[in-house]
């Protein structure tokens, strides 16, 4: 199992920016497909990027691309997320999320069902 841990959310100005990481600890981190995906109130938990296990691969939700970027780092067991101009309705707790591979070709999920372990999330509040 792998255990997740988000820093780095906070209250924002639009058009301004953050940074958020994750940490990892438990099982070999490169075992693992990742992603962000946040939730607002009275809304359910939707993708916002996902990165395959050697970082070859990412994806982004229309909402987000261009906007944000994902990366990880294997060596220190860490994910990130930056995201620049930011927008209210960017306003949501973020959480990181992870998939243990059953081969290294699964592609990046876009759903929260094909995520096992979860990071407590983030608040991130974008202001007018």
Same mark, same amino acid.
Request: a neutral charge; proline letters at 3%; hydrophobic letters at 35%.
């Given at each position: 199992?792998?255990?997740?841990?988000?820093?780095?959310?906070?209250?924002?100005?639009?058009?301004?920016?953050?940074?958020?990481?994750?940490?990892?600890?438990?099982?070999?981190?490169?075992?693992?497909?990742?992603?962000?995906?946040?939730?607002?109130?009275?809304?359910?938990?939707?993708?916002?990027?996902?990165?395959?296990?050697?970082?070859?691969?990412? #994806?982004?939700?229309?909402?987000v691309?261009?906007?944000?970027?994902?990366?990880?780092?294997?060596?220190? #067991?860490?994910?990130?997320?930056?995201?620049? #101009?930011?927008?209210?309705?960017?306003?949501?707790?973020?959480?990181?999320?992870?998939?243990?591979?059953?081969?290294?070709?699964?592609?990046?999920?876009l759903?929260?069902?094909?995520?096992?372990?979860?990071?407590?999330?983030? #608040?991130?509040?974008v202001?007018?």
């Open positions: 199992q792998v255990q997740l841990a988000e820093s780095g959310g906070g209250l924002v100005r639009a058009g301004g920016s953050l940074s958020l990481s994750c940490t990892a600890s438990g099982r070999a981190f490169n075992f693992y497909n990742l992603a962000w995906f946040r939730q607002s109130p009275g809304k359910e938990r939707e993708f916002v990027a996902g990165i395959n296990w050697n970082a070859l691969t990412v #994806q982004y939700s229309d909402s691309k261009g906007r944000f970027t994902i990366s990880r780092d294997n060596a220190k #067991q860490t994910i990130s997320l930056y995201g620049g #101009q930011l927008k209210p309705e960017d306003t949501a707790v973020y959480f990181c999320a992870a998939h243990s591979l059953i081969t290294d070709h699964d592609p990046i999920g759903l929260s069902e094909q995520y096992a372990f979860w990071g407590r999330g983030t #608040q991130v509040t202001s007018p």
